[in-house]
């Protein structure tokens, strides 16, 4: 028996603050305003083409795998929306609050403006041409398999950073929080090899330098700070205090533990 969409919203309290009709073969959604608590909204996977008016409360959103062409205005509670996969050509302007945004498997030629809560972008597989300036909160950004012929400046933050299969010719300064680096499949990316050989022969430099001047620093030592710290305890003008009837032995023993 085929899912009725009315009947099930029907079916639902109007306390309701989860609704999943993933996987359930729909075409639409109704309007969903009667829900006041709705905080959820699962509706992966079906054939939906247009999305209604978002609840205010409205927090999470899961909407990928369907045959949307576009996006209703985001609320301001709006978290975490994953859209990748559908038929897309543009974004809403994200709202304040959103962390994480899923919009990959797209045909989007740009992005809006990213919000400095944004955590975590991924916008790969799109037609995308340039990337907005990155905010400071960003810590991964999969932006692979798009148009992109640069990158925006990088911020601090960024432990992630996958660009590969893109047309790519510089590769902005790293970070040194980057943990994470894809980009083979760039033009720039032959030179990857090259930075690499250039910081090996740094560290060999270094190394080298390391090994050379060792001997000379512990002379240095020797000479400027522990010598002149033995000489100065160890001088003979300490024995002055010696008396005929002293023990040299225990004199010269209590001297050195002092």
Same mark, same amino acid.
């Given at each position: 028996?085929?899912?009725?969409?009315?009947?099930y919203?029907?079916s639902?309290?109007?306390?309701?603050t989860?609704i999943?009709?993933?996987y359930?073969?729909?075409?639409?959604?109704?309007?969903?305003?009667?829900?006041?608590?709705?905080?959820?909204?699962?509706?992966?996977?079906?054939?939906?083409?247009?999305?209604?008016?978002?609840?205010?409360?409205?927090?999470v959103?899961?909407c990928?795998n @369907?045959?949307?062409?576009e996006?209703?205005e !985001?609320n301001?509670?709006?978290?975490?929306?994953?859209?990748?996969?559908?038929?897309?050509?543009?974004?809403?302007?994200l @709202?304040?609050? !959103?962390?994480?945004?899923?919009?990959s498997?797209?045909?989007?030629?740009?992005?809006?403006? $990213?919000?400095?809560?944004?955590?975590?972008?991924l916008?790969?597989? @799109?037609?995308?041409?340039?990337?907005?300036p990155?905010? @400071?909160?960003?810590?991964?950004?999969?932006?692979?398999?798009?148009?992109?012929?640069?990158?925006?400046?990088l911020?601090?933050?960024?432990?992630? $950073?996958?660009?590969?299969?893109?047309?790519?010719?510089?590769?902005?300064?790293?970070?040194?929080?980057l943990k994470v680096?894809?980009?083979?499949?760039?033009?720039?990316?032959?030179?990857?090899?090259?930075?690499?050989?250039?910081?090996?022969?740094?560290?060999?430099?270094y190394?080298?330098?390391? $090994?050379?001047?060792?001997?000379?620093f512990?002379?240095?030592?020797?000479?400027?700070?522990?010598?002149?710290?033995?000489?100065?305890?160890?001088?003979?003008?300490?024995?002055?205090?010696?008396?005929?009837?002293?023990?040299?032995?225990?004199?010269?023993?209590?001297?050195?533990?002092k």
């Amino acid at each position: 028996m085929p899912f009725d969409i009315e009947d099930y919203l029907n079916s639902l309290p109007l306390d309701t603050t989860c609704i999943d009709v993933s996987y359930k073969g729909i075409t639409y959604l109704p309007d969903l305003s009667r829900f006041k608590k709705l905080k959820r909204l699962y509706c992966n996977d079906n054939l939906i083409t247009v999305l209604p008016k978002l609840n205010d409360t409205i927090e999470v959103i899961d909407c990928k795998n @369907n045959q949307l062409t576009e996006l209703p205005e !985001l609320n301001n509670k709006l978290i975490i929306l994953i859209c990748r996969n559908n038929k897309l050509t543009w974004l809403p302007p994200l @709202n304040d609050n !959103l962390i994480y945004l899923d919009c990959s498997i797209n045909r989007l030629t740009k992005l809006p403006i $990213l919000n400095n809560k944004l955590t975590q972008l991924l916008c790969s597989n @799109n037609k995308l041409k340039n990337l907005p300036p990155l905010t @400071n909160n960003l810590v991964l950004i999969d932006c692979s398999n798009n148009k992109l012929t640069e990158l925006p400046q990088l911020n601090h933050n960024l432990t992630q $950073l996958v660009c590969y299969q893109n047309k790519i010719t510089y590769l902005p300064p790293l970070n040194n929080k980057l943990k994470v680096l894809s980009c083979y499949n760039n033009k720039f990316y032959n030179n990857i090899k090259y930075f690499n050989i250039i910081q090996t022969l740094r560290n060999f430099r270094y190394t080298y330098y390391a $090994l050379k001047y060792k001997n000379h620093f512990k002379r240095w030592l020797w000479e400027k700070v522990r010598e002149p710290k033995i000489m100065a305890k160890f001088h003979p003008s300490h024995l002055t205090n010696l008396l005929d009837s002293d023990d040299l032995e225990v004199f010269l023993d209590d001297w050195i533990k002092k």
